[in-house]
C-alpha cells in the first residue's frame, strides 16, 4: 500500500500550482496524470488569463464584467477574491519562468502585452502569443518532475475515492484507489488530503474543444463521496471551434475577435458575406461567450449551414502571424491561410461552470478533499464564464488550497491500514462493443438533447436514456475487470445525470441554460444544488 501526504489527482494549472506550492513547503506530494505529465485542457488554453494591470482599469471593472457575464448566480465575495489574487497569480507564473508576451520593443519582465477578449470592458488578458496554456502548463510540469517532493504518476487514473463516511463532523477522505493504465493494476493510496484538478466535464457532447480526458472524473468521484454538486447547467460552448474534417476540436481563440476578426455567414461561392452578430447584441462579436454560440446556433439553423466563418483577413499579415502564430500554423498545415481566408467554426462543449461546491480555501463537504479548478464550482462563474478568468480561478485556488493545507497537515494523522481493491469476482469481458457504443450514445443524445437550446421535452428524453444507459453501465462496471474507458464512461454518466436534472431543474434561461419552454429570467438568482451519494 502506498501513502503520500497530499494526493493531487489532475495535472492541469491548478493541480501542479498547488503541488508546486505543497513541494515548496517541504510536504510530500504524489501528481496523478490520466496521459503523459504535459496534457489536460491547460495545454490546449489559446487565450490567455485576465488580471487587472492598465492604469485605466481597476479591480472594481474585472468584477462587474465578471458579475455581468455570470448573469446574477455569481458569488459576489468568490469573485472579489478570485479577481484581487490575480496580479500576485501572475507574479508567482512569472517567478516560475513562464514567458508571458511583452508589449512590442519592451524588455523581459517590464510591461506586459494586454488583449481584450468578449465581455471584458478593458484590456486585461496577459497572454503567451496565442499558446498561453501551453507556456504555463509546460512550465510548471518541468519544475513538478524536478522537484523532489513531488512524484508524478503518468498514465494513471484515479477509480474512486476512499472516504470514512463515519467520521464526525463530517465523512473524512482517506485516499483513492488508483488504476495504472499500462499495466491494469489497482493499487491502494492513502493520504492525509486529497485535492481534485480533474478539470471538466465536456466529453459528455459529441463536440467538443477538450482534450479527451475532459471526463468529469472529479465531478463523478466527489458526488460519490458525498460531495454537493452545484450548477451543472451551465455548460459553456465555446463559439469557435475550427471546423474541419482532419480535425474536430481545435480551437479558435476569442482573442481573435478581441482583436477585431468578425463573424460572417457563408456566401453561395464560399466566400465571407454579411456579419451577423449586431444583429443580436450591440457588442457584436465581443458579446459573451453564450450569446455569440447562440447566434452562431440560430443563424447556422435558420439558414442550414454547417458552419459560419470567422474573418481576419482585412488586419495586416505581420500582425496576424505575430499575435497569432499557432493558430496560423495549424490552420495553415491544413490549407487553410487565415491572412487570406476566413475560418469556418462551428461551437463546441468548452467549460463546465458549475462543479464541486467549494469555499473559498477550496474545501469541500468531505474533510481532507479540495477541488481547484474547472472541477470545482466556486461561484466564480455563476451561469457564464467570463472569458480567462478559468486560468485565473486555478492560479488563485491553488493557492488558497495550498495554504490552508499547509496550516493543517501538521496536525492530520496519516490514515491506518485501508482496505485494498479487491476485483476477485469479476471476469474479464468480451464485450467492450458495449463501452464504444454507450459512450457514442450518451454523447450524440446529450448534443442533440442537451445543447445550446433546449427544451423540457428534449430533457426529458435525455434523462431517460441517461437512466437506462447508467443502469447498464453500472451492471457492466459490478461484473468486470475496469479499463480506461469504462472509467470514463462511468464517470461521464453520472455527469450526464447531474447536468440534465439541474437543467430540469432550472424553469428560467439564464446565462447558458436557455430554454424555450421558459425563455424569461426569473427575478431572483438562485444556485441548482444537488446533494452526493450519501
Known amino acids: 500500500m502506498n501513502e503520500v501526504e497530499?494526493?493531487?489527482?489532475?495535472?492541469?494549472?491548478?493541480?501542479?500550482?498547488?503541488?508546486?506550492?505543497?513541494?515548496?513547503?517541504?510536504?510530500?506530494?504524489?501528481?496523478?496524470?490520466?496521459?503523459?505529465?504535459?496534457?489536460?485542457?491547460?495545454?490546449?488554453?489559446?487565450?490567455?488569463?485576465?488580471?487587472?494591470?492598465?492604469?485605466?482599469?481597476?479591480?472594481e471593472n474585472h468584477v462587474r464584467d465578471t458579475l455581468i457575464a455570470g448573469a446574477g448566480l455569481c458569488d459576489e465575495a468568490a469573485v472579489r477574491f478570485t479577481v484581487e489574487g490575480g496580479p500576485e497569480g501572475i507574479a508567482w507564473l512569472l517567478e516560475q519562468g513562464v514567458a508571458f508576451t511583452q508589449e512590442d520593443g519592451e524588455e523581459r519582465g517590464t510591461r506586459l502585452h494586454l488583449t481584450r477578449e468578449g465581455g471584458h470592458s478593458h484590456r486585461r488578458v496577459v497572454h503567451a502569443a496565442d499558446a498561453t496554456g501551453r507556456a504555463v502548463e509546460t512550465t510548471l510540469a518541468a519544475l513538478a518532475a524536478a522537484h523532489p517532493n513531488i512524484r508524478i504518476r503518468e498514465f494513471c487514473s484515479a477509480v474512486d475515492l476512499i472516504v470514512d463516511r463515519e467520521s464526525r463532523p463530517q465523512p473524512r477522505v482517506l485516499g483513492a484507489y488508483l488504476y495504472d493504465i499500462p499495466s491494469g493494476r489497482v493499487s491502494t493510496h492513502r493520504a492525509k488530503a486529497v485535492v481534485l484538478a480533474t478539470g471538466g466535464a465536456n466529453q459528455v457532447y459529441l463536440y467538443s474543444s477538450n482534450p479527451h480526458g475532459a471526463s468529469g472524473d472529479g465531478i463523478a468521484m466527489a458526488w460519490r463521496a458525498g460531495c454537493r454538486v452545484a450548477n451543472m447547467e451551465f455548460m459553456q460552448f465555446h463559439p469557435t471551434t475550427l471546423y474541419h474534417r482532419d480535425t474536430r476540436n481545435f480551437l479558435i481563440s476569442e482573442a481573435l475577435r478581441g482583436e477585431g476578426a468578425l463573424l460572417r455567414l457563408p456566401n453561395a461561392d464560399g466566400s465571407a458575406g454579411e456579419r451577423f452578430m449586431p444583429r443580436f447584441d450591440a457588442r457584436g462579436e465581443l458579446a459573451p461567450r453564450d450569446i455569440v454560440a447562440r447566434a452562431i446556433d440560430h443563424e447556422m439553423k435558420r439558414l442550414g449551414l454547417r458552419y459560419v466563418y470567422l474573418d481576419i483577413t482585412h488586419k495586416p499579415a505581420d500582425f496576424i502571424l505575430h499575435h497569432f502564430p499557432s493558430i496560423h500554423a495549424h490552420c495553415l498545415s491544413l490549407g487553410l491561410d487565415i491572412c487570406r481566408q476566413p475560418i469556418p467554426v462551428v461551437p463546441s462543449a468548452h467549460f463546465t461552470c458549475g462543479g464541486v461546491v467549494t469555499d473559498l480555501a477550496a474545501r469541500t463537504d468531505v474533510d481532507g478533499l479540495y477541488a481547484i479548478g474547472e472541477v470545482a464550482c466556486t461561484g466564480l462563474h455563476g451561469a457564464n464564464r467570463l472569458a480567462s478568468n478559468s486560468l485565473l480561478e486555478c492560479l488563485v485556488f491553488a493557492k488558497a488550497a495550498a495554504e490552508d493545507l499547509i496550516a493543517r497537515l501538521p496536525q492530520r494523522e496519516m490514515p491506518t491500514q485501508l482496505r485494498p481493491w479487491d476485483e476477485s469476482r469479476v471476469t474479464d469481458s468480451d464485450e467492450d462493443v458495449v463501452v464504444s457504443h454507450n459512450w457514442l450514445e450518451l454523447r450524440t443524445f446529450m448534443w442533440d438533447y442537451v445543447g445550446i437550446v433546449r427544451t423540457s421535452k428534449r430533457l426529458q428524453r435525455a434523462l431517460h436514456r441517461v437512466?437506462?444507459?447508467?443502469?447498464?453501465?453500472?451492471?457492466?462496471?459490478?461484473?468486470?475487470?475496469?479499463?480506461?474507458?469504462?472509467?470514463?464512461?462511468?464517470?461521464?454518466?453520472?455527469?450526464?445525470?447531474?447536468?440534465?436534472?439541474?437543467?430540469?431543474?432550472?424553469?428560467?434561461?439564464?446565462?447558458?441554460?436557455?430554454?424555450?419552454?421558459?425563455?424569461?429570467?426569473?427575478?431572483?438568482?438562485?444556485?441548482?444544488?444537488?446533494?452526493?451519494?450519501?
Open 6 to 59: 497530499v494526493l493531487v489527482i489532475g495535472s492541469g494549472a491548478a493541480g501542479l500550482s498547488c503541488a508546486l506550492r505543497l513541494a515548496k513547503a517541504g510536504h510530500r506530494v504524489v501528481v496523478v496524470s490520466k496521459t503523459s505529465l504535459q496534457s489536460g485542457s491547460t495545454l490546449w488554453a489559446q487565450g490567455g488569463i485576465s488580471a487587472v494591470f492598465d492604469a485605466d482599469d481597476s479591480t
Open 467 to 534: 437512466q437506462l444507459l447508467k443502469q447498464e453501465i453500472d451492471e457492466f462496471y459490478g461484473n468486470y475487470r475496469i479499463n480506461a474507458d469504462l472509467l470514463e464512461l462511468r464517470n461521464l454518466v453520472r455527469c450526464a445525470d447531474l447536468i440534465v436534472r439541474s437543467a430540469l431543474a432550472r424553469q428560467e434561461s439564464r446565462g447558458l441554460h436557455y430554454t424555450l419552454d421558459y425563455p424569461d429570467t426569473l427575478p431572483e438568482a438562485r444556485p441548482t444544488i444537488l446533494p452526493g451519494r450519501a
